[in-house]
């Protein structure tokens, strides 16, 4: 697809998403034992022959940046195929960062001016699904449409935490309400749209003298609705909406059932050394460890007992510790006797001897290269943050006493 210029918004921060996007945007969020968030977008727009690719970040893009490099993994690095990051940038007016994702837009349309496509690919850097954006883009065409949208059965819940759409006979996108109180519909936006060029550098243009909140979502796909043609088509492949953590936290547990997250884990593109594992001997089970229903990265130790979790690069788990329905970052080390018990940990956290953190029915969380004293206790939603000490022996819980 020569002439469809891709757009990836990758510069957010939900801050549902606690501890992991306290120091790194949604997108350069770990995912799957090996993966970032940013991976599957970036795999399916190289599956699908896209060429040049715009990355807008803004929210400490520094790890993102890091992963991505000049794109090479995703084979982003030959004279006809371009990734660039997008950030704000200070030139001959004001400086401004970005107001909102049409604003991220509207302030690089130098990019796809010079890019000079027929079609523009707008997506999301922070779901998880894969997509093959082909024949999205040729119905665009057919129906000679001016957006084309991707929406996906959900259980929207009530209010809605997604824009919802109403397609007509056709396809044509009757209505489209951005979190509404009460969805008409059970079908999702993917923030997954193909615009003509021309619409889209008008609507943003026009955003940007009019609008209120500067996003594409919420003002200009609604207006398009309303003033233009707009298509959907519905995508029936998985897709994860890894918002707030929790459901981060849950849709890894998916992934070791049979029936899995629907989202193909297969063929995915990624950076190895940054993930952590380029150079990782396979993972290390000592005699009695016990693993079970549990996805272990390269480079990992276990000693003690691991059931229904996620381990990521060169964790250790030692003699005695338990780790139970847990996704645990790069570098952890549970130290013997702890139990980590529906936890999040970050990178680098040391878990002490004897200390226990049981998320029970909220998730304990624990921010990058966090200390955890030895016999410390921990329960009930409470987040430790990046690189806090925890004194041996402290009972912390998310109801403000002792559990």
């Known amino acids: 697809m020569k002439d469809v210029v891709a757009l990836v918004l990758a510069g957010g921060r939900p801050d549902a998403m606690g501890v992991l996007t306290a120091r790194r945007a949604m997108a350069a969020v770990p995912f799957g034992g090996l993966y970032r968030v940013i991976d599957f977008p970036l795999t399916n727009l190289s599956e699908s022959g896209v060429e040049r690719v715009g990355l807008l970040s803004q929210f400490h893009p ?17 004279r006809s195929r371009e990734l660039s990051f997008l950030p704000p940038f200070e030139g001959a007016g004001d400086l401004d960062w970005y107001r909102g994702t049409a604003d991220a ?49 959900m259980d929207c819940g009530r209010p809605s935490r997604f824009g919802i759409g109403v397609i007509g006979e056709g396809g044509r996108v009757l209505d489209y309400q951005e979190k509404p109180a009460d969805p008409p519909t059970n079908l999702a936006s993917m923030t997954v749209y193909c615009f003509r060029t021309e619409v889209l550098v008008a609507a943003v243009e026009r955003n940007a003298r009019e609008g209120r909140t500067f996003h594409l979502y919420d003002e200009v796909i609604p207006d398009l609705v309303r003033n233009g043609r707009v298509f959907g088509v519905v995508h029936r492949g998985g897709w994860e909406y890894l918002r707030p953590i929790e ?40 005699e009695g460890a016990r693993v079970s229903r549990s996805l272990v990265a390269p480079g990992c130790r276990v000693s003690g007992q691991v059931s229904r979790s996620v381990l990521f690069p060169w964790v250790v788990v030692e003699p005695g510790a338990v780790v139970e329905d847990s996704v645990v970052l790069h570098r952890c080390v549970i130290r013997a006797g702890a139990r980590v018990v529906r936890s999040v940990l970050d990178k680098d956290v040391q878990v002490g001897e004897g200390a226990v953190l049981a998320g029970d029915g909220r998730i304990v969380s624990a921010g990058k290269g966090s200390r955890i004293g030895a016999g410390v206790l921990i329960r009930q939603g409470v987040e430790v943050g990046i690189r806090q000490q925890v004194p041996e022996g402290a009972v912390l819980s998310g109801d403000g006493g002792a559990p």
């Open 62 to 78: 520094a790890s993102l940046m890091d992963h991505v490099g000049i794109g090479r993994p995703w084979d982003y690095n030959g």
């Open 105 to 153: 837009v509207y302030q690089n349309l130098h990019f796809l001016r010079r890019a000079g496509a027929r079609d523009v690919l707008v997506l999301s850097g922070d779901h998880v699904y894969r997509m093959h954006y082909g024949p999205l883009v040729e119905r665009h065409r057919r129906m000679k449409a001016d957006v084309t949208m991707a929406f996906h059965p």
């Open 247 to 286: 459901a981060w936290h849950d849709a890894h547990l998916r992934l070791l059932t049979r029936r899995g997250t629907g989202v193909p884990m297969d063929r995915v593109l990624t950076n190895p050394e940054t993930a952590g594992w380029g150079d990782a001997p396979p993972a290390f089970f000592a």
